[in-house]
Each structure stands twice: as C-alpha cells, then as structure tokens.
C-alpha cells in the first residue's frame, strides 16, 4: 500500500476554512476511491473516479464536498466551509482497469481535525 | 445501510483461541477482498476471492467465499495479540468497491 500516496498526512482547518486532500494512486492505477473513517468506525464510501470522470458520488454529500481525478495529476477532495462534524480520516484507494479480482491499494490516510 | 453486513461488530478474546468473523450482503459479488487495518494506518490488503466455494489460507488465516459469492468468512487459529486489529471486508463489482464496516479484533495475552 506504500504504493499510493496521500498528503498531507495530518490537516488542521477553521471552522469556515477549506481542506483539500490529495491522492496520487499507484503507477497503472486508474481508478481512484475516497472513504472517510471516523474514530473506531470502518470505512464509508464516498465517491468513486476514474480519470476526469466521477462514476459514483453517491456517498458524497451533496454540498461543500467535492472531488475531481484529472488527467493529470492527484485525485482531490475538496471541502468547502469545514464544519466540526468533518473531522475525520479521509482515505484514498486505488485500483488497476479491468481485471477480474481488482483489488485496491490505501494510502495512509489524511487526518482533518477541525478546530 | 451497508451493503456488507460483517459480524461481530466487536470480538475480544483470549491468545491461543480461534475465531471466524463474517462478511455478508444480499448482492452477488465479482470477488470479495479481506482488509486488515492498525490504528492510524490504511487498510492492508490480506487476500482475494474470486471463485465461489473458493478456500484460500494465508498462515493461521483461512478466508472462505460462499458459493453464491454473497458472503465469506475469516477463520484465525490461535490468535496472537499481533492479529489485533480491524478486519474489513469489501465485495467488488466492475471495479467497484464496498465495504463493510468491520470487526474489530482485540487479542489479549
């Protein structure tokens, strides 16, 4: 999993700030995946990409969050006005096109703490 | 809802003593991979199923697909206090992945 990248490993926001968490998925890896992990919790989905396109944004919420994979460059999660409630650890995964049995790779996670 | 159920939610139990979590849904999947996760770590991988019925053992570790490809289960054998943990299953589907939302696992010397 060292293959997958994420910064920054820790993040400390405002109330009203913005966070934006970067993914840079393993080489060959064109699918990227966004969970969010409270405290003692597992993983919940949030929204899964593909190179410029979102394929499943359903655990998502609809509003302040957003998140894009580029053809160039990491995959972001952006969340606009912060709230108290975000605090949590994002984690990215990423996964190889086509293969039967994919399986996906984490990054370390980002940990939002907002204040 | 999850779409994976995994049970127990929590299981503390004593070194030496085996125990089987679970990984259930309604949903047919195209394979089924076992997570472990440590505190303030990612999720590491620790196998793939793909084949219904499939058996796969990784040491001490034996994880089973059911034969609709709905379920699996975890087997450990003489837990050690270094299998404490988060296991987290998560069923594929055309490149998509869900997960349940984990047994944690505490082994106590």
């Known amino acids: 999993n060292a293959g997958v990248m994420q910064n920054p490993r820790h993040l400390v926001r405002r109330r009203g700030q913005e966070a934006r968490l970067r993914c840079s998925p393993m080489?060959?890896?064109?699918?990227v995946y966004w969970y969010r992990q409270l405290p003692e919790e597992g993983l919940k989905f949030m929204v899964y990409?593909?190179?410029?396109?979102?394929?499943?944004e359903s655990g998502m919420p609809k509003e302040r969050f957003s998140a894009e994979f580029p053809k160039e460059g990491p995959s972001i999660l952006r969340i606009q006005q912060v709230v108290r409630g975000d605090s949590a650890a994002y984690f990215c995964?990423?996964?190889?096109?086509?293969?039967?049995?994919?399986?996906?790779?984490f990054g370390q996670g980002t940990r939002l703490t907002v204040v | 809802t999850q779409l994976l159920e995994q049970s127990p939610q929590f299981l503390s139990i004593q070194e030496g003593e085996n125990l089987t979590v679970y990984c259930n849904s309604s949903?047919?999947?195209?394979?089924l991979q076992w997570y472990r996760q440590e505190p303030g770590e990612g999720p590491v991988l620790l196998v793939t199923?793909?084949?219904?019925?499939e058996v796969k053992k990784l040491k001490r570790l034996t994880f089973q697909f059911g034969d609709a490809r709905k379920d699996s289960s975890l087997h450990i054998t003489a837990a050690q206090p270094g299998d404490t943990g988060l296991y987290l299953c998560?069923?594929?589907?055309?490149?998509?992945?869900?997960f349940g939302a984990g047994t944690r696992l505490t082994v106590k010397p």
């Open positions: 080489k060959g890896h064109s699918h």
């Open positions: 995964a990423s996964s190889a096109q086509g293969q039967l049995g994919t399986e996906a790779f």
């Open positions: 990409l593909q190179k410029e396109n979102i394929i499943d």
């Open positions: 199923v793909v084949t219904g019925g």
């Open positions: 949903s047919v999947f195209s394979s």
């Open positions: 998560a069923g594929e589907n055309n490149n998509d992945m869900r």
